[in-house]
């Protein structure tokens, strides 16, 4: 398909003539009279590259290709001049001008300019579409959710987002801490720097240590060559800390030093290095607790607790679970070719009735696992194991009674209403459930 060229110049004979030569080379060709009709061209159609007269009857050409680029930042822009000048010029150049040539040598060397600037055009603009999906991707808005709880969450964390603070996020396991703090970095001023993450559960004490902050040759057994740590890897960006709580004291005081300074010391070496980092954590853990046991610095704790973000469990936050549910599922069915697939009622109440302890990635595993063992297209209770059923907490009421209704409903879930087999299944005797059913209102499906 042919590219798109916009002439913008107030002299009709010069447009339609450029427009004559332009076209007969296969281009489309589109023409603007003034600044304001070519900008406002450029927000409707797919231009790709234009042509521009520096002397406009409302702006200025070389100042217009700063305009140009705020609204499709990938198109080339070609200046014309009668009367080139090198200071104006080099200012085209400057703002972003592909290129900036003076009229009357114009002929000739339009059309290999044209075609070289489709070409770095078209590379540009397949690297701005892949950036914008990866935002997009790490985006707040691919944060799902409409509950007060999880829309208060984001509104902390992009608030915080554009500023160098550093954040503690909070929140059980499977909340989607590291979600978030990629949120963070990617609508921060550090986008376009690395995004380097580090679960500091994964790694012993020593091994940790060289994990963030490097090593020198000859530093230990092994260390043939200087190797970057994390820390550095992550210069000029952010650098993310999951379950910062299992880190040893040690440690603590190292990165403490990061956090103060932006400076750090290579194991081996006794040289310190100076960076340019901010430093997002996470933790499952009550950090101040683990502080005042003496498990956990507590400056440490002050330092990193600046802004915090508390994440909601899920099932604080009940009626996002059909919403999370059916966004895997299609996730999930697409990633089959089963575009399709859909859940029952009961699976959809038996979801909802869940307590989730793991949270989010839990309910992401057990859609999951529904698609690989589903044959037909709706999605059932049968599919879910016996686990899921009698292995989880209650989820609000700690009292006895309210436990033992949440068990018999989920037991009676699994069986798909079979008294006999529920009975058999809490030990029971078959009288006893059914008395059990009566005294708490137990709705059968």
């Known amino acids: 398909m042919a590219s798109t060229v916009l002439i913008i110049d107030d002299e009709i004979k010069i447009r339609s003539l450029l427009a004559r030569i332009i076209e007969l080379e296969g281009f489309e060709v589109l023409q603007a009279k003034d600044a304001k009709e070519g900008l406002r061209t450029l927000s409707i159609y797919d231009v790709m590259v234009v042509v521009s007269d520096v002397k406009l009857p409302d702006a200025n050409g070389v100042e217009l290709v700063k305009q140009i680029k705020l609204i499709k930042p990938y198109v080339e822009v070609i200046n014309l001049t009668a009367y080139g000048t090198i200071s104006d010029g080099v200012l085209a150049i400057k703002n972003g001008a592909f290129d900036y040539l003076t009229k009357g040598d114009d002929n000739d060397k339009i059309i290999p300019l044209v075609y070289k600037a489709e070409e770095k055009a078209k590379l540009q603009e397949r690297l701005y579409k892949l950036e914008r999906k990866i935002s997009n991707q790490y985006s707040f808005q691919s944060i ?28 059980e396991t499977g909340t989607g801490k590291e979600v978030f703090a990629q949120a963070i970095h990617f609508e921060s001023t550090r986008r376009n720097k690395s995004f380097v993450a580090l679960n500091c559960s994964g790694f012993s004490p020593e091994l940790l240590e060289s994990e963030l902050f490097g090593y020198k040759a000859g530093a230990f057994t092994g260390a043939l060559k200087d190797k970057k740590g994390l820390v550095e890897e992550a210069d000029g960006g952010t650098l993310f800390l999951d379950e910062i709580g299992e880190m ?3 440690l603590q005081a190292k990165l403490l030093r990061v956090l103060e300074s932006q400076s750090f010391i290579k194991v081996g070496s006794t040289v310190t290095s100076n960076v340019n980092v901010r430093i997002l954590a996470a933790t499952n853990r009550n950090l101040k607790a683990e502080a005042d046991a003496g498990r956990f610095r507590l400056d440490l704790y002050y330092r990193l607790s600046v ?7 899920l099932r604080n936050r009940k009626e996002d679970i059909v919403p999370l549910a059916n966004f895997y599922l ?21 979801l909802t009735l869940q307590y989730w302890k793991g949270n989010v990635r839990e309910l992401k595993n057990v859609l999951e696992r529904l698609v690989i063992l589903s044959n037909g297209d709706v999605l059932d209770t049968d599919l879910l194991p016996i686990e899921f059923f009698i292995n989880q907490e209650n989820s609000n009421a700690l009292d006895l ?7 018999i409903q989920k037991v009676l879930f699994y ?12 030990n029971i005797g078959l009288t006893t459930l059914y008395r059990k059913i009566e005294e708490y209102k137990i709705e059968m499906s």
Not at 335 to 347: C, I, P, Q
Request: charged share 30%; glycine share 4%.
């Open 144 to 171: 799902l959710g409409q509950s007060k709880a999880i829309k208060e969450a984001i509104n902390l964390a992009q608030k915080v987002a554009v500023t160098d603070t550093t954040v503690l996020l909070l929140g």
């Open 248 to 250: 040893n004291l040690d």
């Open 307 to 313: 802004f915090a973000v508390e994440l909601p469990a």
């Open 330 to 350: 299609k996730e999930f069915a697409n990633k089959t070719n089963r575009a399709k697939l859909s859940m029952s009622d009961k699976l959809i109440d038996a």
């Open 401 to 407: 009674q309210s436990i033992e209704k949440k068990h």
């Open 415 to 426: 069986t798909k209403g079979n008294k006999t087999e529920t009975a058999k299944l809490l």
